[in-house]
């Protein structure tokens, strides 16, 4: 991944939390207070994780995967960039919660009753949600893509806006270089050239 695309991921993990926090507040908050109490704010982002990657109502994680695609695609604008970042944001939240209870030997809400759970979820139920947002994310990507393309900017050498000039044989004026007559004196600059050509061979 590049440097944009990173940190499109890392704000659209952001912007999920957000999302999910003020969509299921009362949810987010007892899960926070019946498992991970003693973690402050790391117990909240995890409360939060765990609703995202809930378990045993495929209904529920199908609605917050196709949110999280939404919100991918209109931060992209890019359909690949949507469906990848999707997927990043599902390995991201999975990595980190796996991490923590890993690390904090925790109970985990739901199903996860072991690591082992844990992982047999991430490798079935977790792979198709995140398939599923990615869709979606691919989707309004492309589509989004096309409403907001960005506009491109043209800038302009300074010497094409300058005309071409020429002097006068005639007169020694300065005149453009399209010009078939002197503005000045008159003279047929195409004849006057050729004349003076002439007397140069």
Request: hydrophobic share 45%.
């Amino acid at each position: 991944m590049k440097g944009k695309s990173i940190i499109g991921t890392i704000i659209l993990l952001l912007l999920s939390w957000i999302l999910v926090y003020f969509l299921y507040a009362e949810e987010v908050l007892s899960i926070q207070q019946g498992y991970f109490n003693t973690l402050d704010a790391l117990g909240l982002i995890l409360a939060i994780i765990s609703v995202i990657l809930k378990i045993g109502d495929p209904l529920f994680s199908i609605q917050i995967w196709l949110i999280i695609g939404v919100i991918g695609g209109i931060l992209f604008r890019n359909g690949s960039k949507a469906l990848q970042s999707t997927f990043f944001v599902a390995v991201l939240n999975t990595a980190i919660l796996i991490a923590a209870v890993y690390h904090y030997s925790l109970n985990t809400p739901f199903l996860y009753d072991d690591i082992g759970t844990l992982f047999q979820y991430v490798f079935g139920q977790a792979v198709w949600d995140s398939v599923i947002g990615g869709f979606c994310g691919y989707l309004c990507g492309a589509l989004f893509g096309r409403i907001l393309t960005k506009k491109e900017v043209f800038y302009v050498k300074e010497e094409d806006l300058i005309p071409y000039t020429q002097k006068c044989p005639s007169c020694g004026s300065t005149i453009l270089s399209n010009a078939v007559y002197c503005c000045y004196c008159g003279a047929n600059l195409k004849t006057s050239l050729n004349h003076k050509n002439e007397e140069v061979e």
